[in-house]
Nanobody, 125 residues
Framework: QVQLVESGGGLVQAGGSLRLSCAAS????????MGWFRQAPGKERDLVAR????????YYADSVKGRFTISRDNAKNTVYLQMNSLKPEDTAVFYC??????????????????WGQGTQVTVSS
């Protein structure tokens, strides 16, 4: 059982930066795959970045490569998403998600078992 709580969202101008945090409780994330998803109004929930807790291997959507960085802090049981050079099209609710196992190619929301409540990111032009 894992509980996830996102924080760090807000309003930022295009070109600015935000760092999202996902704090986990209930279980250690040592054997989990963690993902950040985003969903804009009227659009599907899509994977932004993914990290294997045990190996540290990462995956990024093409739209955020070079701008976003996913990382983890073992001591704090927390996953971060550093977002730089933000664009208006990044505006969405960002969700932290987890599934058991250090999986590769797990990009669909339905593959993840645990979800946070989401945090709103709004990028103004």
């Amino acid at each position: 059982q894992v509980q996830l709580v996102e924080s760090g969202g807000g309003l930022v101008q295009a070109g600015g930066s935000l760092r999202l945090s996902c704090a986990a409780s209930g279980r250690t994330l040592s054997s989990y795959t963690m993902g950040w998803f985003r969903q804009a109004p009227g659009k599907e929930r899509d994977l932004v970045a993914r990290i294997s807790w045990s190996t540290g291997s990462t995956y990024y959507a093409d739209s955020v490569k070079g701008r976003f960085t996913i990382s983890r802090d073992n001591a704090k049981n927390t996953v971060y998403l550093q977002m730089n050079s933000l664009k208006p099209e990044d505006t969405a609710v960002f969700y932290c998600a987890a599934l058991i196992g250090d999986w590769d190619k797990r990009n669909r929301p339905t593959e993840y078992s645990y979800w946070g409540q989401g945090t709103q990111v709004t990028v103004s032009s």
